[in-house]
């Protein structure tokens, strides 16, 4: 795998040279960029510019001042569905996109990388039409975004990074069912929440059957 990054150097597309500091500076940002520089959507093998190299140039040019790192690779195995990059977030999943644009397709994936929110309970791949926040043209709610609304949004993921949150969630509702005389309705919240946090934790690991048990109602 060849990088190049592009953020900081928009001189030559051509030049592929890679080195340790280019893939020191994809891991420890953020918010990851990875453009395939050697697309051609569909041009003749001589045509120059190459498309691929044109649209990371593009997005490097669109990502200026947002913090996102913006990579030239060779390959992205995409090749059947045209100019492609992918988006990657430290500590979660990687999304790969094709059928590119060229011109809007530079500010869709800043914009999409930046939307990629990240938190200790999970991380937020923002949509606004299946925002359960409330979210909007410009991102999450914050006045809404908490671990359950996030829960039952289809916006959220997890990975095993979140783990340890909802492993607490769960040891800290176990802990309040040993309560003497709670109320009706706070037992009722309390085995609501363990529910939910054994069903992220269903999703992180489908085969840890410690969570496979539901919680029963009041």
Known sequence: MTLRDLT?????????????????????????IYVCITCRAGVDLDHRPIPG???????????????????GIK???NCGRGLSAAVRRNHAWT???GGLDPVSGPRALVEGGLT????????CV??????????THTGPNPVYREPSTCARCLNFAVSTPHR????????????????PALPTQTLKIIR??????????????????DNHATVASV
């Open 95 to 97: 999304y790969v996109f």
């Open 116 to 123: 990629l929110g990240v938190c200790d309970y999970g991380y």
């Open 53 to 71: 190299a044109v649209l990371a140039e593009a997005t490097a040019r669109a990502a200026a001042g947002t913090g996102i790192k913006v990579l």
């Open 192 to 209: 609501e929440r363990m529910e939910e946090a054994r069903s992220v934790l269903r999703s992180i690991d489908p085969q840890d059957r």
């Open 75 to 77: 390959c992205l195995a």
């Open 8 to 32: 900081s150097d928009h001189s030559n597309s051509d030049s592929l040279a890679a080195d340790d500091a280019d893939i020191a500076a994809a891991r420890s940002t953020a918010t990851t």
């Open 126 to 135: 923002y949509r606004q039409p299946y925002s359960a926040c409330r979210g």
């Open 164 to 179: 340890p949150y909802w492993t607490e969630q769960l040891r800290r509702c176990e802990a309040l069912l040993s309560e």
